[in-house]
């Protein structure tokens, strides 16, 4: 009889697989059992010697069983038991909770620097209601032609392929057949309780349809103006809106900007209207918003629900030690400055400024290279975080924020950062950048033909002035700043918002025993990161090669470890890294007299 070896292990760790490898030595043979789940508390009564145990236990197997702990790190790095792993956190954590599928364009890390504001949005409405939903986001990644899902649970981000098998999506294809199949399995794995559209680029309107048949509610937020046309912005360079409300007339921008001699844009808009019908809720940002989507789509019924914005410390009593900063009147352009976004405005206020004292700033990236470039009385700071703005604005004593984009902005995450900063903008009458501007007086307006010589003429004014204007402006500010909706204010209308429409609702999921749609999607998991997990196994044996090649072993074995990793690994980023490290360790930073070649 094989018992557990307590004089070695003592108080466990290791002790298990001591005796397993005992077990194998013996001709048994281990099997997996997928069906029983074992809770392990763990490491209540000896927590503070776990690390120590831990490591002293793994060298005495490896010294023990080297074939046997060689063959467990395979199997670990290979793991070929990911589905069944995938299918219990799925499973533990999607009967939890209600599950809420966002549908968006695209999705890029939080820690990246000047994301969308679409995409800074759906963040904050994960961040505060993690605890009380799943979210699951399907998104697309134009480089890999894949649509991903990425899900978020309590404490947890586990993401799979959704489908790698259709083709490119191009702007008229406007429904797929796989796609639509891909939604449904989707919608029944994940155990999907509400959907929320956020952004339809790159998807296929299926998903209505798909809702519709399985009595999912449908929230669809509208942050541009992709649902009226492709273009997204009804960008006009001459009246900036364009004429929208005349779809005869899009022929010549369909060409222009999609290479299509047939206007489809009548097409487009009876296809999204149906698909508006059936979605339970449809929320814009701004009552401009609103204003244009109803002339197009003018019996739908459309909610206002501002984005909420929190409060970022900034320095206090800051000491500016650029001292000739201080000294100009600086103002500044945020973001990412395209074409629409007020480009030819950016140059033409540097080319007025030149011989002033009035510097400009541009925190964010221009359209145009040339001015990514610091010159005479322009300082270009690049690209920025959004918890940094505020201090960066301070630091540079900025006093002036122009906001000049061509088209008719929905929300305006760039203005809200101006606000935070209690900084006063200047902009344009359009969109909702003026209609936020207007309701508090934070700022001032200028006619959307206003030229560069109007706004540099503006700003030496405001400058030159030093008026109660100015200063009310900035009290204005701060008393709008006292009531200011938060991230947590906007995240408890959406909560309410889910669970009145899922109480309406309530959605008759599929058996759980129905498990081969599950085992489908978790597959994909595997598929995810083939060569990250390659990339992995090479990290783990360089860190393993280096150790031991620190480790008082012969020359001659250190130097045959080096050169199997460098026969097994012959495309590895560490391959000639880890040669290197033998040089380093056995003949330049050690003693080599210490080291006998045997």
């Known amino acids: 009889m094989v018992f557990f070896d307590e004089k070695t292990f003592g108080k466990g760790y290791g002790e298990e697989n001591d005796f397993s490898y005992r077990c194998l030595q013996g001709g048994y043979r281990h099997l997996l059992c997928d069906n029983t789940y074992i809770y392990h508390k763990g490491s209540q009564s000896f927590s503070q010697e ?37 299918n219990v956190r799925y499973g533990v954590e999607l009967y939890s909770k209600k599950n809420i599928l966002i549908i968006i364009h695209e999705f890029k890390t939080i820690k990246e620097k000047n994301i969308g504001g679409t995409t800074l949005h759906i963040y904050d409405l994960i961040e505060n209601m993690r605890d009380e939903f799943n979210f699951h986001i399907v998104y697309y990644s134009i480089d890999e032609f894949k649509y991903y899902v990425s899900s978020y649970f309590s404490s947890d981000k586990i993401t799979n392929i959704l489908s790698q098998t259709y083709s490119p999506y191009t702007t008229l294809n406007l429904y797929n057949d796989a796609f639509k199949k891909d939604i449904e399995k989707l919608l029944s794995v994940l155990r999907i309780d509400l959907i929320h559209i956020h952004h339809l680029k790159n998807m296929y309107l299926d998903i209505f349809q798909v809702a519709e048949e399985k009595n999912i509610s449908i929230i669809y937020t509208l942050h541009d103006f992709y649902s009226l046309c492709p273009s997204i912005k009804l960008f006009n360079k001459e009246t900036f809106l364009c004429d929208y409300t005349n779809s ?37 940002p701004s009552f401009s918003t609103k204003k ?80 990514n470039i610091s010159t005479r009385n322009y300082i270009f700071h690049g690209p920025y975080m959004q918890k940094d703005l505020p201090n960066l604005l301070l630091e540079n004593d900025i006093k002036l924020i122009c906001l000049m984009s061509m088209w008719p902005e929905t929300y305006s995450y760039t203005l809200s950062e101006s606000l935070i900063s209690e900084i006063p903008v200047i902009t344009f009458d359009l969109g909702a950048i003026a209609e936020r501007v207007k309701a508090i007086d934070a700022g001032w307006i200028l006619p959307i033909n206003s030229t560069s010589k109007d706004i540099f003429k503006l700003i030496r004014a405001i400058k030159s002035d030093h008026s109660e204007e100015y200063k009310k402006k900035i009290e204005n500010i701060k008393h709008y700043l006292k009531g200011m909706k938060s991230t947590k204010d906007m995240a408890n209308e959406y909560a309410d918002l889910y669970n009145k429409l899922i109480s309406r609702f309530p959605i008759s999921h599929l058996d759980p025993n129905e498990i081969q749609s599950k085992l489908e999607f978790y597959k994909k998991s595997r598929e995810l990161h083939p060569l990250k997990i390659k990339q992995m196994m090479e990290e783990k044996e360089y860190k393993l090669v280096k150790n031991n090649i620190k480790n008082p072993i012969s020359l001659k074995q250190a130097f045959k470890e080096v050169q199997d990793y460098r026969n097994t690994y012959t495309d590895s980023k560490w391959r000639n890294k880890i040669l290197l490290k033998f040089i380093w360790y056995r003949f330049l930073y050690i003693n080599p007299c210490r080291w006998i070649w045997k």
Request: proline share 2%; aromatic share 12%.
């Open 50 to 86: 776990k690390n120590e145990l831990i490591n002293s236990h793994l060298q005495i197997l490896k010294e023990k069983y080297p074939s046997c702990f060689a063959n467990t790190e395979s199997f670990v790095q290979q793991n070929p038991i990911l589905e069944i792993q995938q």
């Open 248 to 284: 005869k007339g899009c022929s010549s921008c369909i060409s222009q900007n999609f290479r299509q001699n047939v206007n489809f844009i009548p097409l487009w808009r009876k296809e999204f209207y149906k698909s508006l019908q059936i979605a339970q809720k449809i929320i814009v």
């Open 292 to 371: 244009i989507i109803l002339n197009i789509y003018k019996d739908i019924e459309i909610d206002v629900i501002g984005h909420g914005y929190d409060k970022i410390d900034k320095k206090k009593d800051y000491n500016y030690s650029n001292k000739k900063i201080q000294k100009r009147f600086n103002i500044a352009f945020i973001g990412g400055i395209s074409e629409e976004k007020g480009l030819k405005y950016l140059e033409g206020v540097i080319l007025e400024a030149q011989k002033s004292d009035i510097t400009i700033h541009l925190f964010g990236m221009a359209g145009n290279k040339r001015y």
